[in-house]
């Protein structure tokens, strides 16, 4: 049994990318063979990035609905993106480029590299009928 411990106050762009990566994690974990620990962090990683770029293009100059767990009203009122949130939001896409370690950051090229030459769904299709990246 997994448990996914949720603070308030945090913000949308922190919860919404460590949530990628425990669902991922949590995917993995269910619907694949045990994977080695860089190549079933470094394809969580690579998700996790993936909805960083994603948000951050989209929200550049639109609209979002803010997550602030302060109160339900404020959840619910629309506005653009804090710069800081922005900043932030650039600063774990950097935190996750440049980590140095061999599971994550590693795990994270390896990944990364994959995704660019073959795809998502065919790098998640290799790792699933063989438990590695495709080379």
């Given at each position: 049994?997994y448990?996914?411990?949720?603070?308030?106050?945090?913000?949308f762009?922190?919860?919404n990318c460590?949530?990628?990566?425990v669902?991922?994690q949590?995917?993995a974990?269910?619907g694949?063979?045990?994977?080695s620990?860089?190549?079933?962090?470094?394809?969580?990683?690579v998700l996790?990035?993936?909805?960083l770029?994603?948000?951050?293009?989209?929200?550049s100059?639109?609209?979002?609905?803010?997550a602030?767990?302060?109160?339900?009203?404020?959840?619910?009122?629309k506005?653009?993106?804090?710069?800081?949130?922005?900043?932030l939001g650039?600063?774990?896409?950097?935190?996750?480029?440049?980590?140095?370690?061999?599971?994550?950051?590693?795990g994270?090229?390896a990944?990364?590299?994959?995704v660019?030459?073959?795809?998502l769904?065919?790098?998640?299709?290799?790792?699933?009928?063989t438990?590695?990246?495709?080379?």
């Amino acid at each position: 049994m997994y448990f996914v411990l949720v603070t308030t106050y945090i913000l949308f762009i922190h919860f919404n990318c460590y949530l990628v990566g425990v669902v991922s994690q949590t995917y993995a974990k269910i619907g694949y063979r045990t994977l080695s620990q860089d190549v079933e962090e470094g394809i969580c990683q690579v998700l996790a990035h993936m909805w960083l770029e994603s948000e951050l293009t989209s929200a550049s100059g639109s609209n979002f609905v803010s997550a602030s767990s302060s109160s339900a009203s404020h959840a619910s009122k629309k506005g653009k993106r804090p710069q800081f949130e922005r900043k932030l939001g650039d600063f774990f896409k950097h935190q996750i480029e440049s980590d140095i370690s061999p599971v994550y950051g590693d795990g994270f090229r390896a990944g990364q590299k994959a995704v660019r030459k073959y795809g998502l769904q065919r790098t998640l299709h290799q790792i699933k009928m063989t438990g590695t990246f495709p080379y």
